[in-house]
Nanobody
Framework: QVQLVESGGGLVQPGGSLRLSCAAS????????MTWYRQAPGQERELVAA????????HYADSVKGRFTISRDNAKNTVYLQMNSLKPEDTAVYYC?????????WGKGTLVTVSS
């Protein structure tokens, strides 16, 4: 079965960096685009970054452009989110997503807290 397991979250000071990972299994990872979402307390889930199946094209939310970088290693079935210059407003649970029609698959999320 499809599994997405996020890791790498934690507490970081403003201006710091974190690298999130999402390990995927149960499907042909290299055939699917992957997306990172986040959900802050009391807010709706929002798209953060997406990457095409071969990694040749990426898309970012305006709020993270220039600070976050999405990448993938198809040999390791893993997608990454490098987060730099973190701000308190980046505090959220970060989720990995794979759209494998007709099902949307989600990981359980990893918490990122940006605070001094």
């Amino acid at each position: 079965q499809v599994q997405l397991v996020e890791s790498g979250g934690g507490l970081v000071q403003p201006g710091g960096s974190l690298r999130l990972s999402c390990a995927a299994s149960g499907f042909t990872f290299s055939s699917y685009a992957m997306t990172w979402y986040r959900q802050a307390p009391g807010q709706e889930r929002e798209l953060v970054a997406a990457i095409t199946s071969a990694g040749g094209s990426t898309h970012y939310a305006d709020s993270v452009k220039g600070r976050f970088t999405i990448s993938r290693d198809n040999a390791k079935n893993t997608v990454y989110l490098q987060m730099n210059s973190l701000k308190p407003e980046d505090t959220a649970v970060y989720y990995c997503n794979a759209e494998i029609w007709p099902v949307d698959y989600w990981g359980k999320g990893t918490l990122v807290t940006v605070s001094s």
